[in-house]
C-alpha cells in the first residue's frame, strides 16, 4: 500500500517560520503530483499549492519544492500569520504497483500549524 505522512508542524509565533515535510511512501511505481492543502476549524479545506502555482494568500510568503523524485514534498512558509493556523495536508497522486499505471489520490492525516503570540 501507499503511505502519505506530514511532519513539522508547530506553534509558532505571529512573523515566525515553518517548514513543513510530506513523504509518500510504499508500493509506488510512480509520482505525479504532491498538492497541500490546509483545514482551519469550522472552515473548509481550502487549496495552498503544488510546486507549480500557490494560493493567492500564499504568495510570496510560501514556497513549495519537492525531492527524491517527487516523493518528498516541502512547504516552506514565511511572515506567517494568526490567520494561518490550520491542520496542513497533502495529497499526493501515485499510480501504485498494481494500478497499470492509473493514479489515484492518497492522503495524509495532516500536520497541525498554529500562530499565536
Known amino acids: 500500500q501507499v503511505q502519505v505522512v506530514e511532519s513539522g508542524g508547530a506553534l509558532v509565533q505571529p512573523g515566525g517560520s515553518l517548514r513543513l515535510s510530506c513523504v509518500a511512501s510504499g508500493a509506488i511505481a510512480a509520482m505525479y503530483s504532491i498538492e497541500w492543502y490546509r483545514q482551519a476549524p469550522g472552515k473548509e479545506r481550502e487549496w495552498v499549492g503544488n510546486?507549480?502555482r500557490t494560493a493567492e494568500f500564499a504568495k510570496d510568503r510560501f514556497v513549495i519544492s519537492s525531492a527524491d523524485f517527487g516523493k518528498m514534498s516541502y512547504l516552506q512558509m514565511s511572515r506567517l500569520k494568526t490567520d494561518d493556523t490550520a491542520m496542513y495536508i497533502c495529497k499526493a497522486s501515485i499510480a501504485t504497483k498494481t494500478s497499470g499505471g492509473v493514479p489515484s489520490d492518497f492522503w495524509g492525516r495532516g500536520t497541525q500549524v498554529t500562530v499565536a503570540s
Open positions: 510546486g507549480g
